[in-house]
């Protein structure tokens, strides 16, 4: 049973979040006071300055800023938009409630900083995250999908109404929804050697019905597709805390590869942010070469599909190891296979046959 | 050249009842308007020639207000010109065709026709007479009622009467079947735009409703009058060719009462009477004395062989020099008679140099506009005829040359523009300023140009913003100071104007522009017979561009001006909204109690923007 050091690491993380916002509020108080016109300097996130730190294994932003100013009356609204953002994710995080994107767009309807659609309001979030380098989760900002996670697990709740209060993950047999207050709670305790991310809700519920948490003791992760942030930054932590390995298992196409990418090197959209990223999450299949192998029913890829192949393969994440062999292989086969392609074989074959043999595998990746 | 066939002639009167269409009088809306036109055009243009500053009032009243629409209408047209001598009232409008206005140079209306052909229309339709009350020297006013005879286009005077008035003009009142409730808003249009062109005119409209339409003079200054002018040869036609040469070659010079007198009179005869070869013998002695006509006739009486009594019973009817032959009409007889005249006599050559006129380049540089004898022995080499060459001895096909060549020759000087009357750009921008009271105000008037043969002048005026309500560009187009109400898609003007891209002038959307063209020429080239459009001659479309350029380069400095102004207070605007919000919010997050005093950064001017 794992037991996890003694350390409010996301209360630290709030605090460092509550002053960063205060010097910048004083900051742009004394400008003001001053006379003068108060700006921000917000790490560019233009594709010129988006580069690939082999080092940490995922893309950051590069040294170029620019500056929005409020003298300047073409960037005075979105300054005053960016600081509106950052004086309601001051009140989100002091007063310890969650919001999400829609609901900063509809919030800031009252306060007249005139956002023209959410496009906007969810561009300045971004804008913000940038500025302090925190994913809008660190402010209370929680995506509207939810992903969920079963197995386990013992957390301590931190928000209010039930700090203190604790919760195993495997009580409950549909799941847990991977919302603001898990997303915030410490994680106390568990008895899984693994963790297991699937890309649909259908496999994670025959997942639990056929116990893989209890054979294979693992804590199992439905990524809903493309995994949020916040299931991102639960898998961060449950490698990172509880120093459990990731494996991750999709549909096998293209798309399916990229999720696995995503989990372990993050993506282009957030090179503005570290601390998503679990560079040693393995992706276990569905491979291209598995579908030969295990003969399974497969579908012709479209012709996006191939395009997506092809612009994958310049991605200098994809250069190496499986990531490059498994993407020349669908290339070659053009055809893809659903991870429920094993049913085929019967309803029990994925957990029974194919998980034991990829953990096994895992191992040696 | 004459011929004996005879025809069944028409009146000039007669010719227009039957063809009052094509004068704009087809129907009571279109000839209630034509009417209005052309009685408050002949107003101006009567005013225009004598310096007279116009002073027009219009009435039109319905007989029977109570009945529908076309009905009859009374429509009276009363000006300060100076009137029409009273033994010419008749004349002037009772007779199609009598006019003072034939001549080379810009008018309004060009004959006088049309209001003759208003007064017809009003006979027409309601067998009333038209009422003349005109005075040349604002004291005695002779008033006339009278009908037209159509047919023999002559005026049937009705009642003749003089009273005492105190003012000098005309005024002309006829009744008419009309539908003003269709033509009104054309009528209203008509009289504003003219009060535009014609700024230094006071123009006065009561209606039918009893609503008065008063436009007063803006400018107290008439723009200087055109002079009548000879025709360039560019503008000629073979009809005005052999019209020219029958006014110079063939005077002889009619055989009456009156020049026998003179004959008398030169050869010292004045009371005797004396056999025909006591006559010639005089003649001969006289003849270094005589006149030029009285020579002609002289002449003409050696073939004749006549005495004065004989003479003054007949009329020359044509002198034949090719054939030698003398024809002439003898009253007594009721017959024509030819008799054949002797080449070897001195009588002969005589008449023969009359006939045959004048050398080529003598009737060019003289007929003519900018040809001078070095240039007119150009043309003839060019034309390949002999300078000297007589013109009264052209063929058809040498006068058709003759026409052809005139118009191609291209070393003729630009046709002088001294018969045309612009606006003036000061009338026109002042006249401008009183309509729309814009904004912004730009007039330009063009040099002369010219189009085969005939000279024009483009005047242009643009106008925005300030009270102009409309919506989109307004045109207003002009030719010769009347207004062109209609059939505006297909003008030269609007093709101009909708070829222009305005957003490259900063004018954007559905501005509130105005523009006023007026192009003055002897000769406008209307596209339809309406005379609503004019056509796209590339010499005039090259002038409306360029004065439009002229016009919308000021115009786009002026927005652009305006343009910053107004982004200054829209600028003003955005900090005074928004940092007071940055203030309230930066307030919370750095924990304080009291705004910071961002006051004086919104109210201090001007804001300098840093562009990053």
Redesign the interface.
Known sequence: MKKKPKKKVSVDKQSTLADL??K???Q???D??K?N??KFSIPSRSVSNIVYDKKIRQYILGANT??R?????S???S??QL??L??FA??LTSQKKSSTLRDVYYSSQA???DFEDQAESDNIIVDLEAVLASPRESFHVFPEERSSVFGDLTIEYTVPGYQGKKTNLSDHPDGYAIGPSLTTAELIETSAEVVIAVEKGGLFTRFIEEQVDKKFKAIIVDTGGQAPRSTRTLLKRLHDELSLPVVILTDGDVYGEHIAMVIKSGSANAAHLRGLTVPDAKWVGVWATDIEKYKLPTIPMTESDIKRCHDLLKDPRYQEGIWKKELEVFLKIKRKAELEAFSKYGLTNITDKYLPHKLELAKSL | MSSKETFTQISPSEFFYRNRDLAGFSNPTRSLYTAVREFIENSLDACDQKGILPDVHMSIKAVDAEKPDPKQYILSVRDNGPGIESKQVPLAFGTVLYGSKFGLKQARGMFGLGATMAILYGQITTNKPLIVKSSTDGKIQDEYEMLLDIQKNKPVILKHETKEVAKAGLSLSIRLEGDYSKAGSKIRDYVYQTSLITPYATITFDDPKGDRYRYTKVVRTMPPSPTIIRPHPHGIDVETIRRMLLDTHYQIPAVDDNMILKVRKELGLANKNLSYSEIMDKTQKKWKALTRPVRTVMALMSFLKMDFEKLSKTTIEEIDIGNKKLTYWDFGESQSVSVDMDPESFYYKQLASTVQGETLTSFLSKRFQRVGPTTALKFAEFAKFKPEHRIGTMTNQELVKLTDALQSFDDFMAPDPSCLAPLGESPLEKGMQRFFEPDFLAVVQRGASAYSGFPFIIEMGIAYGGKISSRGIKVYRFANRIPLLYDEGSDVVLKVVNDTDWSRYKVKGEPPLVIVSHICSTRIPYKTVGKENVADRPEIERELKLALLSLSRKLSSFMSKRGQAEAAIKRKNLYSKYIPLIAQFCTELAGKKKEPNYKKMITEEPIVEEKT
């Open positions: 916002l205060r910048h509020g004083a742009i108080y004394d003001l006071d006379g016109f108060p620019a500056v100013s409020s003298r300047n009356s960037q005075l609204r300054f005053t600081m509106w950052a004086f001051n009140r306060f007249e900083v």
